[in-house]
Structure formats: C-alpha cells, structure tokens
C-alpha cells in the first residue's frame, strides 16, 4: 500500500473513522500498538503509538490523525500518517543500534495538541532525544523544519541527514523558527524541553510567499485573503482533498525520514559515521 493509498483510508472520514483506521491498518498487520486514550472536557481520543527497534534513546515521529471539521483533511494530515504507515510497511529500513523509533499517531491536534499534551503528561518524555510533528506533508519539493528555536544536538542531525540527501540549506530545505501562525504537536514536547520541531514539505517556488504569508501575517493578511500560497490554499478548507496530494511530496518525506533514522546513529553533530549503512533508496517493496 502506497502513502497515498494510506491516507486515503483517513481523508474525508470523521474523526472517529480516521482514528479506527489507523487502528485497523495496525492490527490487520499484527503490529503492536499502545493505545493511549484521554478523555478531556475539551475532547477525548485516543493516540496510538508504534515502537521500532530497541534501544534507550527514542526518536518521536508524529502524525495527527485528526482533522478540522468540514474539511476532508487529506494534507492535513492524513498525508503524513500515511507516510509514517509506509515506514512501517518499507522493509529492510535498518535502525541504528541503540535506538528506537516511536511512531505516534496522535488525536485531537486540532484542539491545540490536545492529544499530544495529553500524551506528554501521562506518557512523559523520558529518553526522548528529538520529536518531528508531521504536517502537510503530501504537497511540494522542498522541506521545511520549523519552529527550530535554537540549535540542538537533535537539529544537527536532522541537518545532517537532509545534506547527505543532496538537500541545501534555503533550497531543497528550510530551516526556520518559531512560526507565529501556526503549531503542531511538537509543540507540546517542546514545552516539556524536548527538541522538537515540525516538518512540512512546501513548494519551492512558493517558498518567498510562504516566508511573508506566515512570518508577517499582519502585512500579508490583505494580500492573501483571497488567494494563500501552497499549500495553504487548500488548509483547514474543503479543498484539502486527497486529490490534491501528490506522490512524489510523500515519497520525498519518507526519504527524509529514511536519512533522518540514519543519521541518529552517528555522532552528535556529525551525521551519520563512515561506512554506515545509509539508506537513501526511495520507497519500494511498499505492501
Ligand atoms: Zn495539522
């Protein structure tokens, strides 16, 4: 199964059906799933969470599975759950000794990382060395890590990875800070002193636009009241259809995943050692 074909078991569903088939797409395979279900007066879900590999030293990737009400939320965000199930289905994706991979499909984002600030508090962050919050993932060709407040150890890595993609800084991907519009569940590790940041995948040539639309929102209100850059054209509206997705936005992502895995096997700092085992491959052999 594809990530596209992932994401539409979620997009146009309700919440509800989104979240059972997530479920349903981990226990059909036998994959071992912790269920962490909260019941808050603002809402109540469940977020489901997948360990990869053993080790003390854990790499959070997030998804939410939730979406705003009246939008059928394709690239927000049952784009990037399905980029997190296919690494589960991609086989031969080697873990770096020592660590462990949690894929954390998360409820109740939309209500301000409800189910990620239910999570952090009853789960806590303990071992945790970094956090990725995925968020329009399935539209555009170049990457963007956000809310990279200061640099950290995590952020290193990740930086690493993506230039041992081929990526550049300020080309193929973006590294920039507190974005004041928006927010994700990495938000909530954050608060908790976790480095962890979003990562969203944008149109290159919309990159400029996007710089104004989200840092001087202000400014840019007027201008962009009728007509957002992607791909925030179709976020939060009843545009966000999963035709809109496209394949090679999400293959992007897993790749970037892919190296990012990789690359926290290396040094602090240093990217990956010599000689490891990177793969950059794109996704094949997809069940
Ligand atoms: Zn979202």
Redesign the pocket.
């Known amino acids: 199964m594809t990530p596209l074909e992932c994401a539409r078991l979620l997009a146009g569903r309700s919440n509800a059906e989104r979240e059972a088939a997530v479920r349903g797409w981990l226990e059909a395979r036998g994959v071992p799933v912790t269920r962490h279900r909260f019941a808050l007066p603002e809402g109540a879900g469940e977020n489901l969470a997948v360990e990869l590999g053993a080790g003390e030293r854990v790499l959070v990737l997030c998804a939410?599975h939730d979406a705003v009400p009246g939008s059928p939320g394709a690239n927000?965000?049952a784009a990037a759950v399905g980029v997190l199930l296919d690494l589960l289905a991609r086989p031969g994706a080697a873990l770096p000794p020592g660590l462990r991979v949690r894929l954390l499909f998360t409820a109740c984002?939309?209500l301000d990382y409800l189910g990620a600030r239910a999570y952090v508090r009853d789960v806590g962050v303990a071992g945790l060395e970094g956090v990725l919050s995925l968020?329009l993932c399935g539209i555009g060709d170049s990457l963007v890590v956000w809310d990279a407040v200061e640099e950290s150890p995590f952020l290193a890595r990740v930086r690493a990875a993506l230039e041992g993609l081929g990526l550049r800084a300020d080309a193929g991907y973006h590294v920039v800070g507190r974005i004041p519009r928006f927010g994700?569940d990495h938000r909530a590790f954050a608060a908790a002193g976790v480095p962890a940041y979003g990562l969203t995948l944008v149109p290159a040539a919309s990159a400029g636009a996007l710089r104004r639309f989200v840092f001087q929102p202000r400014r840019a209100a007027l201008r962009f009241l009728l007509r957002r850059p992607a791909p925030f054209h179709t976020y939060h509206t009843p545009r966000d259809r999963v035709e809109t997705l496209e394949p090679a936005a999400l293959a992007a992502t897993g790749r970037a995943l892919g190296a990012i895995i990789a690359a926290m096997g290396g040094r602090p700092g240093g990217g990956p050692p010599r000689g490891a085992a990177v793969s950059h491959r794109p996704p094949s052999g997809v069940s």
């Open positions: 939410h927000d965000n984002e939309e968020e994700s």
